[in-house]
């Protein structure tokens, strides 16, 4: 060890098919500068090649590296060491919650890719939807900022993230919800109103937010699942009064 470098201890969970969950420790000496995932690539190579974890681009554009880093949802390929440890001290790396587990630190994120398809998401836009400054009036919040939702990475921190996802797996989920509040941005498909105008839709959220703040990539699922409800309650009301026909 360098005197730049931190003696780290890394506690990772693992849990292989039929086997009970566990901790392993590994004592790194880290650059506090690298990232998490650089050092869980590092005990891959040099301690331990049955460890199994997610992760492709390495710059916050997959979504493919989101763990627990000490109870909070990362990216971790853009995680530096120095954000959650200190030399000397701990860092517990565990899988995303709120999804089964796969095999270590990978979980099955299938059930999310197939909500998402529900609520018709795509994240194929157009290269004017896709570049900035987007030019259509509705990409536009009223408080100026530009929606983003193309980035949704897909992570599912924000469902791991959820306190209702914890006690409720039939909730539709943060990311879900947000994507759906985007396609009928886009859209103006009232069917996809009725499809989350549920108990295990937008009314089971209970506004923690915790979504919207471990998201990486600015798409706000707390605030989208908020304006759903808006939008279902408008197009309610409209049926309403359409059914009265007009006034004599
Ligand atoms: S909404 Fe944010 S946290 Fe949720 S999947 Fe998309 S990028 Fe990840
Ligand atoms: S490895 Fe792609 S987002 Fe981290």
Redesign the pocket.
């Known amino acids: 060890m360098n005197e730049t470098q931190w003696r780290v201890t890394f506690e990772i969970y693992r849990q292989k098919t039929g086997q009970p969950a566990h901790f392993d420790k590994f004592v790194m000496d880290v650059d506090p500068d690298e990232y998490v995932l650089d050092v869980v690539e590092r005990i891959w190579a040099y301690n331990d090649r049955s460890l199994t974890f997610r992760h492709a681009c390495h710059h916050s554009t997959c ?1 493919a590296c ?1 763990m627990r880093v000490n109870g909070v ?1 990362k990216l971790t390929c853009i995680t530096p060491i120095r954000e959650v440890a200190r030399n000397g001290g701990q860092v517990r790396i565990e899988p995303l919650r709120n999804f089964p587990v796969l095999s270590d630190l990978v979980v099955d994120m299938s059930d ?1 890719y197939l909500r998402l398809d529900d609520v018709k998401f795509s994240q194929v836009a157009s290269l004017q939807d896709a570049c900035l400054p987007f030019e259509r009036k509705q990409q536009v919040r009223e408080d100026g900022r530009y929606e983003r ?1 193309v ?11 959820c306190p209702v996802a914890l006690t409720t797996p039939e909730y539709l ?3 879900v919800l ?2 759906a509040q985007h396609a009928y941005q886009q859209s103006r498909d009232a069917s996809l109103l009725d499809q989350v105008d549920d108990q295990n839709g937008v009314w089971r959220c209970h506004s923690a937010y915790e ?1 919207t703040a ?8 707390g605030w989208r699942i908020m304006d759903l409800r808006k939008d279902i309650l408008r197009h309610q009301i409209s049926k309403i009064f359409s059914r009265r026909g007009p006034s004599r």
């Open positions: 979504g989101g949802e999310f939702l980035d949704c990475l897909e992570c599912g921190m924000c469902i791991s993230a989920g943060p990311g947000a994507a979504c471990v998201c990486p990539s600015n798409v706000d699922p």
